[in-house]
Antibody
Framework: QLQLVDSGGGVVQPGRSLRLSCVASGSTFSSAAMHWVRQAPGKGLEWVAVIWSDGNNKFYADSVKGRFTISRDNSKNTLYLQMDSLRVEDTALYYC????????????WGQGTLVTVSS | DVVMTQSPLSLPVTLGQPASISCRSSQSLVHSNGKTYLNWFQQRPGQSPRRLIYQVSNRDSGVPDRFSGSGSGTDFTLKISRVEAEDVGLYYCMQGTHWPPYTFGQGTKLEIK
C-alpha cells in the first residue's frame, strides 16, 4: 500500500512558476509509475503527466507539454511537477496518483493540492 | 485521443435500488496484449477519487461486492446492485489502453432520490 501527500499549491500570477510535490510512504514508490491528474473547479478529471519508475520515461498531456516537467527522487520517495508559464486555465486541484502494478492505473491517490492562477 | 462518453450524467436512485452507468469509448480498448484497460473511479463529495474497478471487472480490495464492472470492446458498464447512502458522488470511467493521453469520461453524478 502507498500513502501519498500532495503539497506546493498556491495562488500565482499568469506566466509564473510553481513546483508541486508528492511524498509517498511505503516501500513500493520506487517501483511504481507515478502520475499527476488535475481537476478544474466543478469539472472532471484530466490526466497531466506520467513518469516511469526509473524516471527515464515521461509523457505529457498536450495541454501542458513544453510548460510542465514531471520528475522524481526515489531516494526521497518524492514526485514533483514543475509548472512554468502558468495560465489561468491551469487552475485546478492537482492530485498525484500511483500505478504500483503495471496496467493497474491510479491505484492510490493523494489528497490534492490547489493551484490558482490569477492576476 | 480516445473519447470516453458516459451516460447518464445525472443518476437519481432510491436507496436499496440498483444503478447502472454506461461508458463508451471511441475505439476498442483491447490492447495488443489482449488486456482491456478500462477502470472505474468513485469520487465522494470533498474527497479524492478512489479506484473501484480495474481492467473492466476486477474489484479493488475493500470495494463492496455490490459494485461490479462488465463490458468489452467499446461498451462498458458499472453496476451497483443496491445503492446505499455512502455511494453518493461522482463516478468516472477511464481508459489506459491508448496512451498518452489517459482519458476519462465526463463523470456521472449519483444522488439519492
Amino acid at each position: 500500500q502507498l500513502q501519498l501527500v500532495d503539497s506546493g499549491g498556491g495562488v500565482v500570477q499568469p506566466g509564473r512558476s510553481l513546483r508541486l510535490s508528492c511524498v509517498a510512504s511505503g516501500s513500493t514508490f520506487s517501483s511504481a509509475a507515478m502520475h499527476w491528474v488535475r481537476q478544474a473547479p466543478g469539472k472532471g478529471l484530466e490526466w497531466v503527466a506520467v513518469i516511469w519508475s526509473d524516471g527515464n520515461n515521461k509523457f505529457y498531456a498536450d495541454s501542458v507539454k513544453g510548460r510542465f516537467t514531471i520528475s522524481r527522487d526515489n531516494s526521497k520517495n518524492t514526485l514533483y511537477l514543475q509548472m512554468d508559464s502558468l495560465r489561468v486555465e491551469d487552475t485546478a486541484l492537482y492530485y498525484c496518483a500511483s500505478e504500483v502494478f503495471g496496467g493497474r492505473h491510479f491505484d492510490y491517490w493523494g489528497q490534492g493540492t490547489l493551484v490558482t492562477v490569477s492576476s | 485521443d480516445v473519447v470516453m462518453t458516459q451516460s447518464p450524467l445525472s443518476l437519481p436512485v432510491t436507496l436499496g435500488q440498483p444503478a447502472s452507468i454506461s461508458c463508451r469509448s471511441s475505439q476498442s480498448l483491447v490492447h495488443s496484449n489482449g488486456k482491456t484497460y478500462l477502470n472505474w473511479f468513485q469520487q465522494r463529495p470533498g474527497q479524492s477519487p478512489r479506484r473501484l474497478i480495474y481492467q473492466v471487472s476486477n474489484r479493488d480490495s475493500g470495494v463492496p461486492d455490490r459494485f461490479s464492472g462488465s463490458g468489452s470492446g467499446t461498451d462498458f458498464t458499472l453496476k451497483i446492485s443496491r445503492v446505499e447512502a455512502e455511494d453518493v458522488g461522482l463516478y468516472y470511467c477511464m481508459q489506459g489502453t491508448h496512451w498518452p493521453p489517459y482519458t476519462f469520461g465526463q463523470g456521472t453524478k449519483l444522488e439519492i432520490k
